[in-house]
């Protein structure tokens, strides 16, 4: 039957190249956790429930693991995530519930103040050698610090509430039939940008370069700092986009909300495979990592386990997609030389 | 040659970086077709010539001509507009990147129209992997391989295709082969040939005298940022260009020195006092 063994070899072949594919250990990752949950949560989690638990976290989560992984395959990491949720929040807060004034001036404050600390973020970046870890470490507790501190100045608390309007309510906090939180539809707006950016337009094209060698890639022509500094704003703009959301879904803002998100997202975008290094990841890569997470995250809770087994699982995920992504990386350098080891000075 | 306007001529260039002079009175010229080799050990000041001539810095004193003109380059973007293209030791490329897309960094080509540009991997691939097999690197077929998986030689021969594609009329090589295996180097002076074959002024700059003579028109040694010697190819033997860029200690004699170190001393070399 030479007409079938031919089909099995060039099945075998798409097999392989999918194998090979960075997102296929991610994937595999993934099933492995649902199979899990599902096996323990039962039917509760197999049906609407666990599903709307599991996507109303990724949902939130995710749309700030785009940037943060696109800043990622650029090389740079941003920590002020964390601080912008609240500080967005917050300007919501006190613009729109706090002064009384019109819903959509709030929404445009609160997110111009994650444009604003992710323009701050890339200028210091760019204009400085200082690693972006720091900067961003630098800038989330600058903007703590002036959250609390006006928040507790103008409204005289650390918790501010609002009422929204009806139609600010509809678009970023209501839920779907009482569980699907709209977040979850935001979040695939998010997707289909941040894929048409990295994957379908030339400036993916400039991310991977910027991360793989910013020297090479500044002298090939690429923008590198007006890059880097859109991705800042980018990664800023979607920060403060959840902030936006959390106060309109929950009537209130409080100072202290959002530093999970830090670790969070870097794990959401680590563990769908993007090289800590830079230069390398997929958007769908993000996504199937901020699924993963967001499964054990929730599915702890639908099995009968100590919630505190779901921190060990995650730990253990991100090990697993490290030492998979290094693989990944050995694999496709091949036996090329080690770049850095053998510079010689002229 | 004398009737010939140099593609890239260097007059009585000067750098200074504060008090210190690191190169100094350099005056050079490459002609179309030609490979100018730069010879020199560690620390002679080739690689602040290199960034003078690829635009990263600019002279303190002295002239830059292209096609005898006067030119003065703002930046990197620059000297590459004007032909100027540079390929560092290990290749400039990005080892997790396909071959189509390292290939066309920076100037990707696309379809679609307005802001809705699509990023064309198909004709992108298309064209890096036929530039490079043009070169006679008929190993590489598939634009989609990640340049890591390359080998040295592959990459800087890819590197070198990508500047001969984009338009490049003076092709600076910095040190292309000293990472290199005997075999791998072999195969980036076939290309360097080729380069020189298709009229490009090429600048190869190494320490390999074996390498700049298998290719080279014309050289040049450098010593303490001077030019030390200038010479013409068959004027002087390896021995004497090697002399040279030790400083004027002959080779011969620091290798008689060793030997009779050795001779008195067990076969042991002697011991290194800084």
Known sequence: MPKSINKGGALAASLGRLARRQETGSFMGMVVVYIFFAALGGTTFLGAPGFSSFLNMAGEIGIIALPVGLLMIAGELDISVGSVIPASSMTVAIISGHYGLPNAVGIIGGLSVGVLVGYINGLLVTRTAIPSLIITIGTMFGVMGLTLGLSILIAG??????????????????????????????????????????????????????????????KAGIPTQTLTTQLYILSGFAAAFVGVAQVVTFNSAQVAAGQSFVFNSIMCVVIGGVLLTGGSGSVIGIVIGTLTFAIVNQGIFFSSLDPNIGSVIIGALLLAAVLSNDSFRQIAMGLSIRKKDMRVPS | MSDTIPVLELRKVDKSFGPIDVLHEISLKVNKGE???????????????????CGVQQPTRGDILMDGEKVSFQGPKDAADRGIATVHQFGGTFPLMSIGRSFFVGVEPTKGWGPFKIYDRKRANEIAVKAVQDFGITRIDDGDRLVGGLSGGERQSLAIARAVHFGARVLILDEPTAALGVKQAAHVLRIVNEAKRRGLAVIFITHQVMHAMAVGDHFAVLIRGAVAADFKRGDKTREEITDLMAGGETMADLEANIAGYMETHDGHPPTIVA
């Open chain 1, 157 to 218: 608390s650390t918790g501010v509430f609002i009422v929204p309007d009806a139609w600010a309510k509809s678009l970023l906090g209501s839920a779907i039939g009482g569980m699907f939180q709209v977040t979850i539809f935001w979040w695939v707006g998010f997707v289909a940008i941040m894929f048409y950016l990295l994957h379908i337009s030339p400036y993916g094209n400039w991310i991977y370069a910027l991360g793989g060698d910013r020297e090479s890639a500044r």
């Open chain 2, 35 to 53: 490979v100018l080799c730069l010879l020199g050990d560690n620390g002679a000041g080739k690689s602040t010539l290199i960034m003078n001539l």
